[in-house]
């Protein structure tokens, strides 16, 4: 009956792929926990007789694949084989798909017992218990084994059919990674050194830290290397993380110069690696305002029934940026999110944002961990990395938000809303009877620890309105849902609580209260999504000092750091140091004559476009009216607070070739990196601050923490994130070995031995700083 096997595959992953049918559908759903799943599952085999066998394991082939799981239980005196599911709620609203999905596994176990026992028929059962009442539905059915062997048959037909198809689009794939040519006559200065040095780590599996300067190339210096080493050292996927949108258009610019140049288009096709975008669902979504369920959205209705289609069209292009994806969906009337969702499971290149690898319920890590891939990450600006991640592993909790949902709340839900609102007024009061004369204005308070009755008393009302939803699902309402998923982050961060994070309230007004849980040290959350992958090569043009991202990463103890070194020349930038100006605090409003002064003499100097960055809104509107009110000649235009991207690619558009004037921005903000002038479109910036972060309570905090971990409280919580924005902000004047350009750095601490040890070397060869 069998051939020699040669794919391999779960029983629940083949019928994932094979058996789903009808609507997608993301309606919400309370479920249970994993913990609560396995208690289920143990409930109901305790109550079967002595003779059941639990946790059955079962395998069986056909022609060229093997498929093998475990059934949850088997009752031999009756021939009955149990699939067990728990849930919560009414079991009626489970969504068609999970329960086509449900019997197809049965079905599946059933002809493999069948073949295992030569039975003739067994009773297939569905035990659906509901883990709050601990109540089971049973669903059964009896079903022949021939009707199950044909059942098995046809499903392991779509999965091999699927299996050979990919195996022959990855030796195809590998063939043409192996000849893949750079696609120019020759590399970029520095890009050379940077692509041997990507290659290396791909090559032995470790991590690099590449600081790179701009302009060099580093994307496709990057990309080049990785997708060479792919067929080599039998890399699965590669990702291409980005922090921004426009990192992503600019690896898939990259990629696109890579792919197979051939007369036989469809053959080329074949060829190359299948390229994926992920987009953001709001960016992505046809129906804007539609929930995600076959009733509401018609590219939901059905999706299931339409995938295969779909996901076959997808793989005989295998380009699918976020334009490309989207004709394909709508050509056969699905979700363009979801299909990409599901394409990611069949892309060899993965280019989105980083919290698809890095984020508590990341997409890529998860489906890398499920299928043992052996990943490549690339990771652009990743100086960015620290904060991202301090980002996604914090939460925070709306006072505001919460008395709304209270008082149009279901009444079933008054009592634990209630007790949560009792033990959140008690943590308020105790802070403002705490509080000194030397609290801060805006109300923020540290907490020594997450008060126990706060931390119990949202958890069970998290608990609550789990379980009313699902009961009553006709009582959601946005704001509960909203309330309910950020009571569960606030308490999966609570379970976890230790010396990488802190609690804070920040008292905003009666009934204002913010309470959060903030994350000041990511390793403890990062190194085992770095140990995950197979290589990982972090890069951007600001990465000095390694230590500091070594420790705060969680990067491997091998760690490599390079520094690739810049195809620029000292003589192509000015470095003036004004030691006399100082921009602290203190003499804000003394600095602005001699900034302003400074600012005029050198646009008189060299007429042209300039950058001028402030440490705030406030420092930059003084220095604007100021400028404006002195030299009304000179163009002037100026970052407002909360500018939206029509508005931020209008200040951009200013900076025209040829043109003149001076552009004022706040430094750390839209117009401080990841922006390209070159020429003339920029030819030079005043820097007007340290960019230290503001001396607070929050800062003191994280300042001990990191000292007490790592040692090195005041370089890492003030020094190095400041000079860090202070690098890319002037790294906008010097974009390619022809630009030339000015960086006046206004303040006497740029003098500092300690200060210039993090400037980068290539400023200061020749001797061009200048005071």
């Not at 100006?581 to 804000?588: A, E």
């Not at 404006?628 to 100026?638: F, V």
């Not at 970052?639 to 552009?663: C, H, K, S, V, W």
């Amino acid at each position: 009956m069998s051939e020699q096997a040669s794919y391999r595959v779960a029983v629940r992953a083949l019928c994932d792929f094979t058996a789903r049918e009808g609507d997608l559908d993301h309606r919400f759903t309370p479920s249970p926990s994993a913990q609560e799943g396995i208690a289920g599952h143990a409930l109901v085999a305790s109550r079967r007789g002595a003779e059941y066998v639990a946790e059955m394991p079962l395998s069986g082939t056909y022609k060229s694949l093997t498929v093998s799981g475990r059934a949850d239980g088997y009752d031999p005196a009756e021939h009955r084989l149990e699939e067990v599911k728990t849930y919560r709620g009414q079991l009626e609203r489970m969504a068609d798909n999970q329960r086509a999905l449900h019997w197809a596994q049965v079905k599946i176990y059933g002809a493999l017992l069948c073949r295992e026992r030569g039975l003739g028929e067994v009773t297939l059962t569905l035990v659906y218990l509901d883990i709050t009442s601990e109540k089971e539905t049973l669903l059964s059915q009896k079903a022949s084994a021939a009707e199950l062997e044909a059942f098995f048959t046809t499903q392991c037909e779509r999965f091999i059919a699927w299996a050979e198809q990919e195996a022959a689009h990855r030796a195809a794939r590998d063939a043409s990674l192996g000849a893949l040519a750079f696609p120019h006559p020759a590399f970029r200065p520095g890009q050379r050194e940077l692509a041997e040095d990507v290659y290396r780590a791909a090559s032995t599996g470790r991590c690099l830290l590449a600081q790179a300067p701009t302009g060099i190339g580093k994307t496709l210096g990057t990309l080049f290397p990785m997708l060479t080493a792919m067929p080599r050292k039998r890399l699965d996927r590669i990702a291409f993380l980005t922090m921004k949108t426009p990192g992503r258009r600019l690896a898939l610019d990259a990629l696109a110069q890579l792919r197979p140049d051939k007369p036989d288009a469809a053959r080329a096709e074949q060829k190359a690696p299948r390229v994926l975008e992920l987009v953001a669902r709001d960016k992505a979504c046809e129906y804007p305002g539609t929930a995600c369920h076959g009733d509401a959205c018609p590219l939901a209705a059905g999706f299931y029934d339409r995938l295969p289609a779909a996901r076959q069209a997808a793989v005989a292009r295998s380009w699918w940026d976020r334009e490309a994806l989207r004709d394909i969906a709508l050509a056969h009337n699905v979700c363009p999110y979801y299909l990409g969702q599901e394409l990611a499971r069949w892309a060899d290149v993965v280019v989105g944002d980083v919290n698809h690898w890095f984020d508590r319920h990341a997409l890529l890590h998860g489906l890398a961990q499920a299928n043992e891939w052996r990943v490549g990450l690339l990771v652009d600006e990743a100086h960015n990395l620290v904060e991202r991640a301090r980002g996604m592993y914090s939460a925070e909790l709306d006072q505001q938000r919460f008395n709304r949902v209270k008082r149009s709340a279901p009444k079933a839900l008054s009592r634990p809303l209630a007790s949560l609102g009792r033990q959140w007024q008690a943590v308020v009061k105790e802070v403002v009877e705490n509080a000194t004369e030397a609290s801060e204005g805006a109300g923020y308070h540290l907490l020594e620890s997450l008060p126990d009755k706060l931390a119990g008393a949202l958890q069970n009302a998290a608990a609550s309105i789990t379980n009313h939803l699902g009961e009553h699902p006709e009582d959601i309402s946005f704001e509960l849902q909203e309330l309910l998923f950020e009571a569960l982050a606030f308490c999966r961060l609570a379970d976890n609580v230790g010396d990488h994070s802190l609690c804070d309230v920040t008292l905003k007004g009666r009934g204002k209260a913010l309470i959060g849980l903030r994350n000041l040290i990511p390793t403890d959350f990062l190194a085992p999504r770095f140990k995950a992958a197979q290589s990982v090569v972090l890069f951007s043009a600001t990465l000095t000092p390694a230590h500091y991202y070594r420790d705060l990463l969680g990067l491997p103890a091998n760690t490599v750091w390079r520094e690739v070194t810049s195809p620029f020349a000292a003589r192509q930038l000015e470095v003036r140091i004004r030691r006399d100006i100082s921009t602290r605090f203190r003499d804000r409003q003394a600095s602005l004559a001699p900034i302003v002064a400074e600012m005029s003499h050198q646009y008189q100097q060299a007429p042209g476009h300039y950058l001028a960055f402030f440490s705030s809104f406030t420092y930059l509107d003084a220095a604007l009216e100021r400028f404006c009110a002195q030299h009304p000649d000179i163009p002037a235009l100026a970052q407002t607070p909360g500018m939206r991207e029509a508005e931020r690619e209008a200040f951009l558009q200013r900076f025209t070739p040829g043109g003149r004037g001076i552009g004022f921005a706040v430094l750390g903000g839209a117009f401080a990196e990841g922006v390209d002038l070159p020429g003339d479109r920029l030819i030079g910036a005043f820097i007007a601050t340290l960019g230290l972060p503001p001396f607070n309570t929050f800062n003191e905090a994280l300042k001990a923490r990191l000292s007490a971990r790592f040692g090195q409280g005041d370089d890492y919580t003030y020094r190095i994130p400041g000079m860090i924005k202070v690098i890319q902000a002037a790294g906008r004047v010097i974009r390619s070995p022809t630009d030339e350009g000015v960086v006046v750095l206004m303040d006497d601490r740029f003098a500092q031995p300690g200060v210039q040890a993090l400037l980068p070397s290539w400023w200061a060869m020749g001797g061009r700083y200048l005071s």
